[in-house]
């Protein structure tokens, strides 16, 4: 049972929109900056949003990040085959002194 | 450019212990925190410990506190994970990440697998 909760899988057709949402609480989402990562099998995560809605460079416009309370949403406009892969959310929890991630959410592109 | 490398990973029975090591390069090593986090077959990502970038903070998850060791060499530019008293469930593929901006240089992870 992860900290932080998403949905377990989300779908939705090439060209189309899909939002990923993570829930958490006033110790991790709530006072802290959330960060958002693809992963792909075999393959090193990499980051899509950092500080809630902040791209690094060279990711994107189709990816964007929002927070509001103890919540937060990854966006993926223009989906593409090359999106489909687990998407994960992280965050600091200040009760536990320790980093949490949500459990992952399988994007599958019809 | 920045690149981590994970080494240490192998097959180990329960109840022994393995040292993970990642080799840092393209950055300044001591100006940055640095995590390791793990994926269990068919699981998600979990975050396992945190070091700052001197090596005097360290946090751990309660699943592996007091078992692992997280510590780093900043001569040689390399982060370790001691790992003691290993469990079944601690198979898994080990990541070292850079924190700048949220996580944002993972190594290509090594694997560790627990099994009599």
């Known amino acids: 049972q992860s900290v932080l909760t998403q949905p377990p899988s989300v779908s939705a057709a090439p060209g189309q929109k899909v939002t990923i949402s993570c829930s958490g609480s006033?110790?991790?989402?709530?006072?802290?900056?959330v960060s958002w990562y693809q992963h792909l099998p075999r393959t090193a995560p990499k980051l899509l949003i950092y500080?809630?809605?902040k791209r690094p460079s060279g990711i994107p416009d189709r990816f964007s990040g929002s927070k509001s309370g103890t919540s937060a949403t990854l966006g993926i406009t223009g989906l593409q085959t090359g999106d489909e892969a687990d998407y994960f959310c992280?965050?600091?929890?200040?009760?536990?002194?320790?980093?949490?991630f949500g459990g992952g959410t399988k994007l599958t592109v019809l | 450019q920045v690149q981590l490398v994970e080494s240490g990973g192998g097959v180990v029975q329960p109840g022994r212990s393995l040292r993970l090591s990642c080799v840092a390069s393209?950055?300044?090593?001591?100006?940055?925190?640095i995590h390791w986090v793990r994926q269990a077959p068919g699981k998600g990502l979990e975050w396992v410990a945190v070091?700052?970038?001197?090596?005097?903070?360290?946090h751990y998850a309660d699943s592996v506190k007091g078992r692992f060791t997280i510590t780093r060499d900043n001569s040689k530019n390399t982060l370790y994970l001691e790992m003691n008293s290993l469990r079944v469930q601690d198979t898994a593929v080990y990541f070292c990440?850079?924190?700048?901006?949220?996580?944002?240089?993972w190594g290509q992870g090594t694997l560790v697998i627990v099994s009599s």
């Open positions: 070091i700052s970038g001197d090596g005097t903070t360290k």
């Open positions: 990440a850079r924190q700048g901006s949220g996580l944002d240089n």
């Open positions: 006033s110790s991790n989402i709530g006072n802290n900056y």
């Open positions: 393209g950055f300044t090593f001591d100006s940055h925190i």
């Open positions: 500080d809630n809605d």
């Open positions: 992280l965050a600091w929890d200040n009760s536990l002194s320790a980093g949490v």
